[in-house]
């Protein structure tokens, strides 16, 4: 299994990004993927799921109706549209795909909000 994401960048707040991460060496379009972030000194938080068909979509409190997550699995990516974006949102996010009690991870992609 790998994961590798991309997209991440510095934006200024109010700013837009999408994160994409492309899934590799399993069948993409049977498992749910995940979006997660962690802050400097923070654990890590579970930013969004989905399911492997595309819907059962979840957002953690802190991004609901800002950040929208999709899939295309014709090209095995899953996207994290982020809008409306704020220096709280600064993180390294992760991709994450689970496997019962064990978790396959990318090496993540900086996001920093900052003006």
């Known amino acids: 299994v790998q994961l590798v994401e991309s997209g991440g960048g510095l934006v200024q707040p109010g700013g837009s990004l999408t994160l994409s991460c492309a899934g590799s060496g399993f069948t993409f379009s049977s498992y749910a993927m995940r979006w997660y972030r962690q802050a400097p000194g923070k654990a890590r938080e579970l930013v969004a799921t989905?399911?492997?068909?595309?819907?059962?979509?979840n957002y953690a409190d802190s991004v609901k109706g800002r950040f929208t997550i999709s899939r295309d699995n014709t090209k095995n990516t899953v996207f994290l549209q982020m809008n409306s974006l704020k220096p709280e949102d600064t993180a390294v996010y992760y991709c994450?795909?689970?496997?019962?009690?064990?978790?396959?991870w990318g090496q993540g992609t900086q996001v920093t909000v900052s003006s």
């Open positions: 994450n795909t689970p496997r019962g009690s064990k978790n396959y």
């Open positions: 989905i399911n492997s068909a595309g819907g059962g979509r």
